[in-house]
T-cell receptor, first 115, second 110 residues
Framework: DTGVSQNPRHKITKRGQNVTFRCDPISEHNRLYWYRQTLGQGPEFLTYFQNEAQLEKSRLLSDRFSAERPKGSFSTLEIQRTEQGDSAMYLC?????????????FGPGTRLTVT | DAKTTQPPSMDCAEGRAANLPCNHSTISGNEYVYWYRQIHSQGPQYIIHGLKNNETNEMASLIITEDRKSSTLILPHATLRDTAVYYCIVRVVDDYKLSFGAGTTVTVRA
């Protein structure tokens, strides 16, 4: 257990429905990241927050995706009008940005299946 | 575009050292080599990182060649719990995102 929690762990939804995932980072970490991982591939960067500010979004993050981090604490990732191609593991990570190490601590992920 | 090249898979005997190679021939002077691993159904886990000197911690050793074009992660006494996908990543230390490749699937056999 890294201290980063994600909920739910699994989500099955029908195509066209909206889904929301939550990530609770390690409490003192000011940086929070979202990644997506499809079967057999390494994780791909989606977006990044420093405190409450969303500083970058990957081109993988289409208009159907939105992420928030109110008050610089937990974060949510919402996918609107889900498509079968959205099926993947969604990983959240956090880090303490002031250290040289910049080690990222990952949560266990939320596995999304779109039917 | 991939900055690292790793073999897709390798086997290792339990109790023996596992040596995982990584090529990063285009690495820049300000880029570090990081290793993460991902055990099945878990998120990636940091292992070790280095710039040009060899590094060792409680999990592994990292050997970086003098020209920094390649490196080797060494798990000194592999156990069954070390079975995982191992990712070699090069990044500038204050680059916020990690760029994962496909990694090396390491299977430790009893």
């Amino acid at each position: 257990d890294t201290g980063v929690s994600q909920n739910p762990r699994h989500k099955i939804t029908k195509r066209g429905q909206n889904v929301t995932f939550r990530c609770d980072p390690i409490s003192e970490h000011n940086r929070l990241y979202w990644y997506r991982q499809t079967l057999g591939q390494g994780p791909e960067f989606l977006t990044y927050f420093q405190n409450e500010a969303q500083l970058e979004k990957s081109r993988l993050l289409s208009d159907r995706f939105s992420a928030e981090r109110p008050k610089g604490s937990f974060s949510t990732l919402e996918i609107q009008r889900t498509e079968q191609g959205d099926s993947a593991m969604y990983l959240c990570a956090s880090s303490l940005g002031q250290t040289e190490l910049y080690e990222q601590y990952f949560g266990p992920g939320t596995r999304l299946t779109v039917t | 575009d991939a900055k690292t090249t790793q073999p897709p898979s390798m086997d290792c005997a339990e109790g023996r050292a596992a040596n995982l190679p990584c090529n990063h021939s285009t690495i820049s002077g300000n880029e570090y080599v990081y290793w993460y691993r991902q055990i099945h159904s878990q998120g990636p886990q940091y292992i070790i990182h280095g710039l040009k000197n060899n590094e060792t911690n409680e999990m592994a050793s990292l050997i970086i060649t003098e020209d920094r074009k390649s490196s080797t992660l060494i798990l000194p006494h592999a156990t069954l719990r070390d079975t995982a996908v191992y990712y070699c990543i090069v990044r500038v230390v204050d680059d916020y995102k990690l760029s994962f490749g496909a990694g090396t699937t390491v299977t430790v056999r009893a």
